[in-house]
């Protein structure tokens, strides 16, 4: 498409990340015309800087950590081994490279039209673009906002993109800093700082609350801060951070001083900014469609994902949980109901969450507090990986299935996976929620043995009192 | 030993089924899941499954004939047996039918047996000779608990987990019926249905594909029995529970009611110029209703004559400073009346997607109390419902609301002759103690301008 004229389409929609891109391709299946905008490498942040560079950077940090640490120990000795932290950080571009790349070719599949450079919103059902080539106004009966979210900013951690620095600047730093500040201990924090402790930088964790991943059940906050510990990763929690600063030193060297709440000062080379996201929801004229910008920043919606005249709004924008695959469910029932089709609601109760660092973390539903915050009468099943015959003979035995299954239904209130590919064994428990499958019928489904998967099969059946193995 | 074969009933509610054609032809050795026949009943179509090793020695009926439910459709055994004396028994059977002492092809319904009368009666193992038919009909438009017990049994035997969409006859004549609806549920959906004792036929699911989740029976189980299932001449009564939201509606309309001096003007605007004005927004995609423009006009007109943008506060009436529009929104459990803020300061377009917005968190239930409260006047339009005019209750303490009825094209009077117009007719609600009749008109003229002229709404 040339710049500078005025288009016509069905949808338009604003941004190609997971949200977007799979808007723009679910609305071609659905026959209509669509036009997907990016200002930047389509795919967006996860498939650019965030999920999907990532998972190679850490892959590269678990091959590491099993030459020098584990690989004696199953009978392999290694020579002269060393990193080039230059190619380790190569090679997750060339991944992200890739994935641009595929978006590209689903677009050329699908027949989404794909238009370079910065949307507004200018009214109801028209978009003006601003790209190299000048403007052009795309007209669309519907327009989708799914414009993301970057990482959020405070006026006390002045991020400097040399030395003070979010997942952004960190995803391409091409060495290993050796030593780093990681502020706050979400997936993206405790996956950078067990990342940069793999190769060998001295890293501490600086969290507000009284544990790290404090989203996940409080079990899996201790093993994974005793995994952590064990590391060499120091944890911090309870203090807030009241001021990041650059060393007051001269010269290329000056890394941070991070001054905590309780006057504490903590120096690094580095710091990693990681306290969450904010939405991209200012500046793109939503307001000339009637959309509501509330708390957060998050864009005001309803259960169609409608936030104003011809106006729908999917993904991280959207409100949270900021996760790639919410924003693709939001993407599907969206547009399906563009298109006219009913479908459910997004089931906002049974979306999985993982971290993936070695241990990972995944979970699903309510945490063990939460459900007694309810009220809710449950059990609790637990079987620890060191039990499971295949984490054994794998050498990883670190960590534990824990599930919640309510005493009168038996049904599977919340699971929680921290252990090696943790996030690989979740998708069971997601599909047994979905199904609505309780105790019972989840025990009725065989599990291969041997198998990682088995200690899912025996948590519920610790639950209710079932366990042969333990 | 040969035997009858009957006709078996394909739903618990057959009667009668219409043989559509035989799969086998008569001499033919089947075994067992065989399918034999297809038959036709009231709903569905379905083939007839055999579960026994067995020769059909002879066929009864043909394609196209109407049989009762329990009666011969053909005779059964190994091959070479004499069925002289099962023969005779058919023609006497038929004979007695013809009569109309038993039931017979082509002739009425099978009687209806008491419910448990199959399971109790094994007559047809014991005889299988000595005439069948009756005894085995199975209990028609009764939710047949009769051949659950077979069910259970034979499933064992056959297919190792239970049949729960097919029929089993007392004989262990197996019907797959093809379209009956299997009744997919969640395991949740049914442990929760079987504790709070829930009939998942009963059901609409709202998972995908239909599929009844666990919420679907929770709401099922909250709510009130439902009537008597069909086949019983009246259907009971039903007490609904009357929801807090219903409650305060019924308070707040009664004290208003009871309580405030009210009256009425109706008045009838030309809106042919509204009309073409929202054809032509239309046209552009802009998804504009009359009642978005005519919430403007009402916010215009009572800048023009604020003393009827007011509240009456026993020893002050207040003129309220801004113009906030209550827009009533029907929800299933009654309605809201989410507010447009400063209406007379929003363009149309804002207004429109503003209470699009607000009607969808509303059938949410998502509002926030200040998005639905505080409103200075309140506008009900039923047109998108067909109603012409009606009259509505005060949204106290605003001192007017305005009933909107349909836009529609009648005949009109125009210089003398007659044209078809559009009108659309509008009754004001009027707190008395605030507005007389005089300032009522005067209003409801100011709104006319706007109305009439909608042009003037962009100004």
């Avoid at chain 1, 049974?350 to 971290?355: G, S, Y």
């Avoid at chain 2, 807090?244 to 019924?250: F, L, Y």
């Avoid at chain 2, 409801?444 to 002229?453: F, I, K, M, P, Q």
Wanted: charged residues 20%.
């Amino acid at each position: 498409m040339e710049a500078g004229q005025e288009v016509t389409y069905d949808v338009a929609v604003i941004g190609s990340g997971p949200g977007g891109y799979v808007a723009a391709i679910r609305a071609q299946q659905h026959g209509l015309k669509t036009v997907c905008i990016e200002k930047e490498r389509l795919g967006g942040v996860c498939l650019n800087w965030g999920c999907i560079p990532s998972k190679a950077l850490l892959k590269a940090a678990e091959h590491w950590i099993f030459v020098k640490e584990e690989a004696a120990e199953f009978g392999i000795t290694v020579g002269d081994a060393s990193v080039d932290f230059a190619k380790v950080v190569a090679r997750s571009r060339k991944i992200a490279d890739q994935s641009e790349r595929g978006v590209r070719s689903l677009f050329k599949k699908y027949g989404v039209t794909s238009l370079a450079g910065t949307a507004r919103i200018l009214g109801p059902g028209r978009v003006a673009v601003e790209g190299s080539g000048g403007l052009t106004t795309v007209n669309a009966k519907h327009v989708i906002v799914a414009t993301g979210a970057r990482a959020r900013q405070i006026p006390s951690v002045p991020v400097d993109g040399e030395r003070v620095l979010t997942y952004r600047e960190a995803i391409t730093l091409d060495r290993c800093p050796e030593s780093v500040i990681v502020l706050g201990s979400g997936a993206i924090g405790c996956e950078f700082a067990w990342f940069y402790s793999a190769f060998g930088a001295k890293v501490t964790i600086v969290e507000g609350v009284d544990r790290i991943v404090p989203l996940e059940d409080h079990e899996v906050s201790e093993e994974l801060a005793r995994a952590f510990r064990k590391r060499g990763i120091d944890i911090v929690t309870g203090k807030f951070v009241k001021q990041v600063a650059r060393d007051g030193a001269d010269g290329a060297e000056r890394g941070v001083i991070v001054s905590l709440a309780d006057g504490t000062e903590l120096r690094a080379a580095y710091c990693l900014s990681s306290l969450g996201v904010q939405p991209n929801s200012a500046g793109i004229g939503l307001e000339t469609v009637g959309a509501v910008i509330g708390k957060g920043g998050f864009v005001d919606h309803d259960r169609d994902f409608r936030c104003g005249a011809q106006t729908w709004v999917i993904g991280d924008v959207a409100g949270p949980p900021a996760l790639a695959h919410t924003a693709y469910a939001e993407a599907h029932v969206c547009v399906d109901r563009i298109a006219g089709k009913h479908v459910a609601d997004v089931d906002y109760d049974n979306m999985p969450a993982a971290t993936y660092c070695q241990p990972q973390i995944a979970s699903v539903g309510l945490t063990e507090q939460e459900a007694k915050r309810r009220g809710l009468s449950f059990t609790v099943g637990k079987f620890p990986f060191a039990a499971n015959g295949k984490a054994r003979g794998t050498g990883h035995t670190g960590g534990f299935v824990k599930v919640l299954v309510g005493t009168k239904y038996g049904e599977i209130l919340g699971a929680h996976i921290i252990g090696h590919d943790a996030s690989e064994l979740l998708p069971d428990f997601v599909m047994a929620r979905g199904a609505e499958v309780t105790a019972e019928h989840f025990l009725h489904t065989v599990h291969a043995h041997p198998t990682l998967g088995e200690a899912m099969y025996e948590a519920v059946a610790v639950a209710i009192n079932q366990s042969c193995h333990i | 030993m040969a035997t009858f074969y009957e006709m078996p009933a394909a739903t618990p509610t057959m009667t009668v089924g219409v043989l559509a054609k035989w799969a086998i032809k008569e001499g033919a050795s089947v075994t067992p899941q065989t399918i034999v026949a297809s038959v036709e009943t009231d709903k569905a179509a379905a083939d007839i499954e055999i579960f026994e090793k067995t020769t059909f020695l002879k066929l009864l009926v043909g394609p196209g004939a109407e049989v009762p439910t329990g009666f011969p459709i053909a005779i059964i055994g190994n091959p070479g047996e004499d069925i002289t004396s099962l023969l005779h028994t058919y023609e006497r059977m038929k004979a007695d039918a013809a009569a109309g002492a038993a039931p017979a092809p082509v002739a009425a319904p099978a009687p209806v047996a008491a419910p448990a009368a199959p399971v109790a009666a094994p007559a047809p193992e014991a005889a299988p000779v000595a005439a069948p038919a009756p005894a085995v009909a199975p209990a028609p438009a009764v939710a047949a608990p009769a051949p659950a017990a077979p069910v259970a049994d034979l499933s064992m035997r056959w297919m190792g987990h239970l049949l729960s969409d097919s029929v089993m006859e007392p004989r262990g004549r197996y019907v797959s019926a093809r379209p009956a609806p299997r009744i997919v549920a969640s395991p949740l959906a049914k442990a929760i249905a079987a504790e709070k004792g829930v009939a998942l036929s009963a059901i609409k699911g709202s998972g995908p594909g239909g599929r009844i989740v666990a919420e679907d029976v929770e709401k099922a189980a909250a709510a009130p029995a439902v009537a008597a299932p069909a086949g019983s001449a009246r259907r009971a009564d039903e007490a609904v529970r009357v929801t807090q939201m219903r409650k305060t509606i019924a308070r707040r309309l009664t004290e208003v009611h009871q309580q405030v001096p009210v009256f009425y003007l109706t008045v009838r605007y030309d809106v042919a110029r509204l009309v073409a004005l929202k054809e032509q927004a239309g046209a552009h995609g802009s998804k504009i209703s009359y009642n978005d423009l005519f919430l403007k006009a009402v916010a215009k007109a009572l800048r023009e004559v604020p003393e009827c943008n007011a509240a009456w506060q026993g020893d002050t009436i207040v003129r309220r400073g801004s113009v906030d529009i209550g827009v009533a929104v029907a929800l299933p459990e009654g309605l809201i009346t989410p507010v447009v803020r400063d209406a007379d300061r929003k363009g149309v377009a804002e207004i429109a997607a503003e209470v699009r917005a607000l009607a969808g968190r509303a059938k949410e239930g998502k509002l926030a109390l200040e998005e639905y409260t505080g409103g200075t006047i309140t506008v009900s339009n039923l047109g998108m419902f067909g109603i012409e005019k009606f009259t509505a209750i005060l949204n106290a303490p605003e001192a007017a609301i305005l009933a909107v009825g349909g836009v529609q094209q009648e005949p009109v009077v125009v210089d003398g002759a007659l044209a078809v117009g559009w009108r659309m007719q509008v009754t004001m609600t009027c707190d008395h103690r605030v507005i007389d009749g005089a300032l009522g008109a005067r209003f409801l003229a100011a709104l006319r301008v706007y109305v009439e002229n909608p042009s003037l709404l962009v100004l």
